[in-house]
């Protein structure tokens, strides 16, 4: 399984079961990780498609194995864009902002409206729009003024970026219509203006945006409106909600929002046969090469407003719409040459450099290569003339190869050169090792070579381990080049003097970095040990890890057994624990973080059963609460003896609800006739409400 394209690393094989949920954990993660990348940093890492293929194998995974059942898992909620130190309020959406279920199978369209006019037992009219390749964006007036702009932030709750978009000329201030109304949809940026940005930045030698989507996201969520004016943001609406809507049809609510003003596309058709459907998209799958804008596919939504509000919304997409993403764009051209890389975990992964060639709006010059076997799959080497796929996406790849039209006949496979993977790490010399049963090569100097101890500093600082703001990955390596560290603990060794001797760095930039060092020292144990990097001990593994072993020392001296016996920790885990504490280096470094004032112990007191009311009861959480986290409602649920569990079943003894349950839980509930308490009820019937 490769999780991620630049750092593949697979799971050892353990007994089947195990090693599936092993690597929902895993996936869980990655994408967890993509979605932050893609949301909050405009730095996508996946492609969409890769992005969904992997969801999917989540969703087919969990569905497979309901113990391992997470309400915050990827598959239950949408991507967030929402960050806690970009400045801007954050609001509640009046409605939740889901996000669209992707297909890219013609077949799977057909699929879906087979499946919804089952449902409504006759064929539903389809309105096909373009689905156009930016960022949402939820617009509120009232009495016919913009007064909120929200992001889709984590759907739930958004940025309010009202200012930046009162910069795009698109967008109304104020429209005819004098009632209050909501209407969606995409920030993005055009080609022209997207060149023009990147010329800009070449000139000042500043990183060039990947594409319109990144461009257009880093700059909605830019400080200064000024600056956002100069970049020429532009918008298309497309989807009307208020409580009295001028049309009973999508289609019509969008020609009323035309008449108000708003910028609305012309590429929209009510479609009423699946034979319609597919023209439209076959259409615009070439036709979309000629329009101002990127575009990466065509949304397809029921048009009557109450045959949606009869076919309602899974819990995180709504079932009377599907988007439908075109086929990977594909170019030929010359393998230059292959180089090597090095992860944070060692893994060497093989890179293509290219011949430049424009794909999807972009020059393409480098994709990856996953490892030695792929290569060896496709029979690819230097002087190759190969194909490289990225429709509209982010990470481009090799999907094959052809004869180079300069050589007059293919090479003799008996005389020509075979391709042979480096056997020594590019960056250290150490030998490289394989493991029989990866197909990764590895460099084994973890404490010695120069992208693994960067990586480990990066996993360290990231958000959700010691989330130490302006620590990104050009300023830890600059750092490092200088030696101002070399590890972990050498970042609350640095001194004000020597980031204010670095060119670029001025009091406010560095003191930014020594206050976020500064504030780590309050991150949570749990947090720390995922911070750590032991290999395999991921975000939820080290949940449950510092919950048994209440600080380091203590699972320093746990024996693999006692390991073990914590939930979802194997022979693999345990022995990697293990090896971590077996390395003088580490030791060494977890004694400064420990003179550092890291917390590497729970502040919290062990848990210890308050009473037995909850005995014997399993129990679902749902919603959002006011009283407690939905994590300290688990602990309160074990605390009086009862079970935690994230899926709906028979042996379901009721469900916690808070606001905004999910629509899926509350339907399965009300089918198997379960009991769903309120947040007040759950805390009278466990003698909690004196402590709220």
């Known amino acids: 399984m490769q999780l991620d394209l630049f750092n593949t690393e697979e799971l050892q094989p353990q007994d089947n079961s195990q090693q599936e949920k092993q690597e929902i954990l895993a996936l869980r993660k990655e994408l967890e990780d993509a979605n932050y990348k893609y949301y909050v940093l405009s730095q996508p890492t996946l492609s969409d498609r890769e992005f969904d293929t992997m969801m999917r194998r989540l969703q087919d995974l969990e569905a497979k194995y309901h113990d391992m059942a997470d309400p915050d898992s990827p598959t239950q909620h949408v991507g967030s864009d929402l960050s806690q130190k970009n400045g801007f309020r954050q609001m509640q959406h009046m409605r939740p902002m889901l996000s669209l279920a992707n297909t890219y199978s013609e077949q799977e369209i057909c699929e879906w409206y087979e499946r919804i006019s089952k449902d409504l037992s006759y064929k539903p009219d389809i309105v096909c729009e373009l689905k156009y390749d930016g960022l949402s964006i939820s617009l509120l007036y009232e009495n016919g003024e913009l007064v909120h702009a929200l992001t889709r932030g984590d759907g739930t709750r958004g940025d309010d970026v009202i200012d930046n978009v009162k910069t795009i000329p698109s967008i109304p201030w104020k429209v005819k219509d004098t009632g209050n109304f909501e209407i969606r949809g995409e920030i993005l940026l055009p080609w022209e203006s997207f060149d023009r940005l990147n010329k800009e930045r070449e000139a ?75 023209s439209f998209i ?78 999807s709006g972009t020059v393409v010059q480098r994709a990856t290569l996953h490892n030695e076997d792929f290569i060896r799959q496709l029979d690819i080497q230097e002087g190759d003339m190969v194909w490289v796929e990225k429709g509209g996406e982010i990470i481009p790849k090799i999907t094959g190869k052809e004869q180079n039209p300069a050589s007059p006949a293919q090479p003799d496979p008996d005389t020509a050169p075979s391709f042979r993977f480096i056997t020594r790490c590019p960056e250290c010399g150490s030998a490289l090792l394989r493991d029989p049963e990866e197909a990764a090569w590895r460099c084994p100097n973890e404490d010695g070579c120069p992208p693994q101890l960067k990586g480990k500093i990066e996993h360290f600082v990231a958000r959700k381990a010691m989330n130490i703001d302006g620590l990104g990955t050009e300023t830890i390596d600059l750092f490092f080049s200088k030696h101002l560290i ?58 449950k890890l510092s919950k048994r072993f209440t600080s380091i020392d203590d699972l320093r001296n746990a024996t693999q057994q006692q390991l073990m016996e914590v939930e979802d920790v194997g022979t693999q885990i345990a022995e990697s624990i293990h090896t971590y504490f077996s390395k003088e280096e580490n030791l060494n470094i977890i004694e400064r973080l420990r003179q550092a004032g890291v917390q590497l112990q729970s502040s919290d007191t062990p848990l210890t059963p308050s009473s037995d009311t909850l005995k014997g009861l399993t129990i679902v959480i749902s919603g959002t609460f006011m009283h407690h986290s939905r994590d300290e409602y688990k ?58």
Request: charged fraction near 25%; include cysteine; proline fraction near 4%.
């Open 204 to 278: 000042q030698e500043e990183p060039l945006f990947a594409n319109p989507r990144n461009a257009a996201s880093g700059t909605l969520k830019l400080q200064d409106p000024r600056i956002v004016a100069k970049r020429g943001l532009d918008a298309y609406l497309y989807y009307l909600l208020a409580d009295q809507l001028p049309a009973g049809t999508h289609y019509g609510c969008l020609q009323a929002a035309r008449q108000m003003g708003f910028n609305v596309s012309d590429a929209i058709k009510v479609c009423h046969s699946i034979e319609e459907i597919m």
């Open 635 to 692: 602990d309160l649920i074990e605390l009086h003896g009862g079970k935690n569990t994230g899926s709906v079943s028979k042996n379901t003894d009721f469900i916690l609800a808070g606001d905004n349950m999910g629509p899926q839980k509350l339907e399965k509930a009300n089918r198997l006739g379960i009991r769903i308490v309120s947040e007040d009820e759950f805390l009278n019937m466990i003698n909690e409400t004196d402590n709220i």
């Open 282 to 359: 076959n259409f615009w799958d070439t036709e979309r090469k000629n329009l101002p804008v990127a575009t990466d596919g065509i949304v397809l939504k029921v048009n009557d407003l109450s045959l949606q509000r009869q076919l309602g919304f899974t819990a995180k997409t709504p079932r009377w719409a599907i988007a439908y993403k075109f086929p990977a764009e594909k170019q030929l051209t010359l393998l230059r040459k292959i180089t090597y890389q090095v992860g944070r975990t060692g893994v060497v992964t093989p890179v293509a450099n290219l011949e430049p060639v424009q794909l």
């Open 486 to 543: 070399g590890n972990i603990a050498d970042l609350y060794d640095l001194k004000p003097e020597q980031i204010l001797s670095l060119e670029g760095f001025k009091q406010k930039a560095t003191q930014n970095i020594l206050d976020g060092i500064q504030a780590s020292k309050q991150v949570p144990w749990s947090r720390v040990l995922f911070a750590l990097g032991i290999r395999y001990v991921g975000e939820t593994t080290a949940k």
